[in-house]
């Protein structure tokens, strides 16, 4: 989608006193600034790499994260709660970019685990503790993996770095165990479990 303008590309062309926009399949649409900005904010949420690493589609992320998104100076900005820009972690200084904003939101979401796919080496690494509210055992390559902030919380969550096939609680007899139980089994531990007839309750 883009803003229909006069042949030498300095004046915008206006219908009914709105400007004209020619989607991207060809047609014209009379569209005003704010729904400009809702469409094409919309397109930023459906053509980003973020969105691979999430289990909603992209209309209800948007719908979560737009209005952390505002133009300001003529560029694409995104805020945090408290109306603050959101900055580059990898260039120190300057503002992020829409992927990097949208990462760093989802990222402090407080339920960002109902946002990440359940697994997956695109979603960034999370504390086995953060997410079950208590500490677990993972490997050190997973650990060295993950952010500063992440290791600290783990950390300080009682998380514990080691072997995880060795330090991880062996498999339950066949029968019925809590998710939280069946998520603190090591990978050969709950696919021991499972295959011999073990089922997973809430």
Request: proline share 6%.
């Amino acid at each position: 989608m883009k803003i229909k303008t006069t042949p030498d590309g300095k004046h915008a062309i206006l219908k009914n006193g709105v400007p004209l926009y020619v989607m991207d399949d060809g047609t014209e649409r009379e569209i005003d600034g704010a729904a400009a900005f809702k469409l094409a904010l919309s397109k930023h949420f459906e053509a980003s790499p973020v969105m691979s690493r999430l289990k909603l589609p992209a209309d209800i992320i948007a719908a979560s994260f737009g209005s952390h998104f505002d133009i300001q100076g003529g560029k694409l900005v995104a805020l945090d709660k408290h109306g603050i820009k959101e900055y580059s972690s990898s260039r120190p200084g300057e503002v992020a970019t829409f992927d990097e904003a949208l990462g760093q939101l989802i990222d402090r979401y407080p339920n960002k685990s109902m946002l990440l796919k359940e697994s997956g080496t695109q979603a960034p690494v999370q504390a086995p503790g953060q997410q079950q509210g208590k500490g677990g055992t993972i490997t050190r390559d997973s650990f060295d993996a993950m952010s500063p902030a992440a290791r600290a919380t783990y950390i300080t969550g009682g998380g514990r770095v080691g072997d995880v096939a060795s330090s991880a609680p062996s498999a339950p007899p066949s029968g019925s165990v809590t998710r939280a139980a069946f998520d603190a089994l090591g990978p050969q531990e709950r696919a021991k479990y499972i295959t011999g007839g073990g089922k997973v309750t809430d």
